[in-house]
């Protein structure tokens, strides 16, 4: 099971949207539409930020928003702050009940 | 509050064995899918396992690198999951975190334990 592919990083200012794209399969992301989106601070764990292609868990901002388009999903963040500066996962169920993550991308806050 | 706290990680040589824990406090584990994701250093997320609930079957599921290597159990009466690790290589390097799924996502996670398999 290939990891899915995310770019590597992206940056944005103060206030601007970035998107963060996840490219899979259809034996992954295209087949389910079971995405979800982790968001990780240096040295901290992994926290969900949306589920189920475009959820959002309680307590998330509603400035995180997913979507999905046959075989990549993506996480868009508008409005965004410093504090959104982090890296963040794209996972998928797999088949077979199993995941796949994404390769990671770092965003930065210019 | 959510907390799951892992711990048992450390040093060990290669083919060596090592179990990890994953205290849970703050919500029904007894009802809980439990899953372990690993992440190698300056690396990404890559899940390894998981175990049902005892109502749903109790049963698990590994990830390909691990089958047959890493065992997922669970002791409800202590709120504890356990990640058996056998035959360990230098890939299975990495800080092991121990997570809730639902909703084929992982909603709470733990600090992290780091497994080191060096000779």
């Known amino acids: 099971q290939s990891a899915l592919t995310q770019p590597r990083s992206v940056s944005g200012s103060p206030g601007q949207s970035v998107t963060i794209s996840c490219t899979g399969t259809?034996?992954?992301?295209?087949?389910?539409?079971?995405v979800s989106w982790y968001q990780q601070h240096p040295g901290k764990a992994p926290k969900l930020m949306i589920y189920?292609?475009?959820k959002g868990p309680s307590g998330v901002p509603d400035r995180f928003s997913g979507s999905k388009s046959g075989n990549t999903a993506s996480l868009t963040i508008s409005g965004l702050q410093a504090e959104d500066e982090a890296d963040y996962y794209c996972c998928s169920y797999a088949g077979s009940y199993t995941y796949v993550f994404g390769t990671g991308t770092e965003v930065t806050v210019l | 509050e959510v907390q799951l706290v892992e711990s048992g990680g450390g040093l060990v040589k290669p083919g060596g064995s090592l179990r990890l824990s994953c205290a849970a406090s703050?919500?029904?584990?007894?009802?809980?899918?439990m899953s372990w994701v690993r992440q190698a250093p300056g690396k990404g997320l890559e899940w390894v396992g998981r175990?049902?609930?005892?109502?749903?079957?109790?049963?698990?599921d590994y990830a390909a690198p691990v089958k047959g290597r890493f065992t997922i159990s669970r002791d409800d009466s202590k709120n504890t999951l356990y990640l058996q690790m056998n035959s360990l290589k230098t890939e299975d390097t990495a800080v092991y975190y121990c997570?809730?799924?639902?909703?084929?996502?992982?909603?709470?996670w733990g600090q992290g334990t780091l497994v080191t398999v060096s000779t």
């Open positions: 997570a809730t799924e639902g909703s084929a996502s992982f909603n709470y």
């Open positions: 703050g919500f029904t584990f007894i009802n809980a899918w």
């Open positions: 259809s034996s992954d992301v295209g087949g389910y539409n079971y």
């Open positions: 189920d292609v475009s």
């Open positions: 175990l049902r609930s005892k109502t749903d079957g109790g049963t698990t």
